[in-house]
């Protein structure tokens, strides 16, 4: 029988969320501090990808509980996910004559969007917490 586990695949998720969208938060705030760096090529961090290769753990002779705690518990290798778009994607600004890429306006879209995301992660999770707290309390308020 397996231990107990506090939290599901579910919250695990939720935590690995939360985790990567604080590293796209860095990601890109290091795009608006370099916004006049010339040369600079402003960087951002694949969110779908992790999210995805996370739902994708199987069932082999580990539970996906038991990998995503292996997963969350060591580095993320969230650098991997990090990538620089390309020109053809038209996701970040036109070059500059000093080479640089970055268009603050859409980093700052680009940060604000995050920021909305972390915060629904976080209102799920802290609901989930609350149920916990309800169950301790033998259901009183």
Do not use: C, W
Request: no cysteine; charged share 30%; hydrophobic share 40%.
């Amino acid at each position: 029988m397996e231990g107990f586990r506090l939290f599901g695949f579910t919250q695990q998720l939720l935590e690995l969320s939360m985790r990567t969208r604080g590293a796209r938060h860095e990601v890109l705030s290091a795009n608006v501090a370099n916004a006049d760096t010339p040369g600079f090529r402003p960087r951002d961090l694949d969110f779908q990808s992790v999210i995805r290769n996370a739902m994708e753990l199987d069932d082999r002779p580990v539970s996906r509980e038991q990998q995503m705690e292996e997963l969350l518990s060591g580095q993320l290798g969230l650098e991997a996910a990090i990538y620089e778009p390309t020109t053809d994607n038209q996701q970040h600004g036109e070059e500059r004559l000093d080479g640089n890429r970055v268009s603050l306006d859409r980093e700052i879209a680009l940060l604000n969007e995050n920021a909305l995301a972390y915060e629904a992660n976080l209102t799920l999770f802290s609901r989930a917490l609350a149920k916990l707290r309800y169950v301790i309390s033998d259901g009183r308020s």
